[in-house]
């Protein structure tokens, strides 16, 4: 358990570090303010990181930013070895976060939901029963005097 404690401590650490480098430290116009860093997980040896990222923009942007995500690798692994001070520096890899597009497409559903409630709504409203306001049958009032004499013999 102290293991998964380190790789979370690393793998924050790594966060910090790559987002803090890449709003100030690169100098790559395809990694502008539109890239955030989303997630990191390092593996249980600490050898391996994947960075998790979002780029709020069209598609173009998103290549983009990973092209320059893939140039700075190097320098981006170089900080992190410095801030971290571990024996070996976890090689980076960067993986595009489907977290918003996933939030996206579900408040798309849970609209197309509410558009559907409120037909229904509109289509109920003034609307009334096939079978009248109570659809139940009852017995008629005769029927209960006959079967009571019934039960009497």
Same mark, same amino acid.
């Given at each position: 358990?102290?293991?998964?404690?380190?790789?979370?401590?690393?793998?924050?650490?790594?966060?910090?570090?790559?987002?803090?480098?890449?709003?100030?430290?690169?100098?790559?116009? =395809?990694?502008?303010?539109? @890239?955030?860093? +989303? &997630?990191? =997980?390092? *593996?249980?040896?600490? =050898?391996?990181? *994947?960075?998790?990222? *979002? @780029?709020?923009?069209?598609? $173009?942007?998103?290549? !983009?930013?990973?092209?320059?995500?893939?140039?700075?690798?190097?320098?981006?692994?170089? $900080?992190?070895? =410095?801030?971290?001070?571990?024996?070996? +520096?976890?090689?980076?890899?960067?993986?595009?976060?489907?977290?918003?597009?996933? !939030?996206?497409?579900?408040?798309?559903?849970?609209?197309?939901?509410?558009?559907?409630?409120?037909?229904?709504?509109?289509?109920?409203?003034? !609307?009334?029963? !096939?079978?009248?306001?109570?659809?139940?049958?009852?017995?008629?009032?005769?029927? +209960?005097?006959? +079967?009571?004499? &019934?039960?009497?013999?």
């Amino acid at each position: 358990m102290a293991d998964n404690a380190r790789a979370k401590r690393l793998a924050d650490l790594i966060r910090e570090v790559v987002a803090q480098k890449l709003q100030r430290g690169i100098k790559d116009p =395809r990694l502008g303010s539109h @890239v955030t860093i +989303t &997630d990191t =997980r390092v *593996t249980g040896d600490l =050898r391996e990181a *994947t960075v998790f990222y *979002t @780029v709020y923009g069209d598609d $173009e942007e998103r290549k !983009a930013a990973a092209a320059g995500l893939e140039s700075a690798k190097g320098i981006l692994r170089s $900080e992190v070895g =410095r801030a971290a001070g571990v024996k070996f +520096t976890p090689t980076l890899t960067f993986v595009a976060d489907a977290l918003p597009d996933t !939030a996206r497409t579900i408040e798309d559903l849970l609209d197309k939901a509410r558009q559907s409630d409120e037909k229904v709504r509109e289509t109920a409203t003034g !609307a009334t029963y !096939a079978a009248g306001p109570d659809p139940y049958k009852k017995p008629a009032e005769d029927d +209960t005097t006959e +079967t009571d004499g &019934d039960a009497a013999e």
